[in-house]
């Protein structure tokens, strides 16, 4: 009798066990997705978002604003890989993510500034 009782009492902590086990997974496997989500979004280095944000963003603005109502501002760097050469690229991404906040910072609420690669960021603005 006693290893009956000592056998459902096993199986009773090991099927809990189970369960928390496979809500953890789950929960780690939706919180992956998430953050692969996040990163394939927005630009790692200056926290804007990215390219892929911009193209579908801006075919669903160019959609849905009035002709002339709409611009698109391409802000390229000329000569940056110098200061990567002449500093170090860890200096190289102290100045870009300083210069994505001073640009994200002077954009109104609906102006948005993108990452487009390397040294080029693009702001959507909207007439108002």
């Known amino acids: 009798m006693l290893a009956i009782v000592e056998n459902h009492w096993q199986d009773a902590h090991f099927d809990a066990f189970q369960e928390g086990l496979l809500s953890f997974t789950a929960a ?3 919180y992956k997705i998430y953050l692969l989500t996040i990163r394939s979004n927005m630009d790692v280095l200056t926290g804007l978002p990215g390219r892929r944000v911009l193209d579908e963003s801006f075919d669903h603005q160019l959609r849905n604003t009035e002709p002339l109502n709409l611009y698109l501002m391409l802000l390229d760097i000329d000569r940056f ?4 050469d002449t500093y170090g690229h860890l200096i190289g991404d102290v100045v870009l993510r300083t210069l994505a906040t001073y640009l994200a910072s002077w954009t109104r609420d609906y102006e948005t ?3 487009y690669g390397g040294e080029e960021f693009i702001i959507i603005v ?3």
């Open 28 to 30: 780690l496997t939706d």
């Open 81 to 84: 890989k110098l200061v990567n």
């Open 113 to 115: 500034v993108y990452r």
């Open 126 to 128: 909207k007439v108002r």
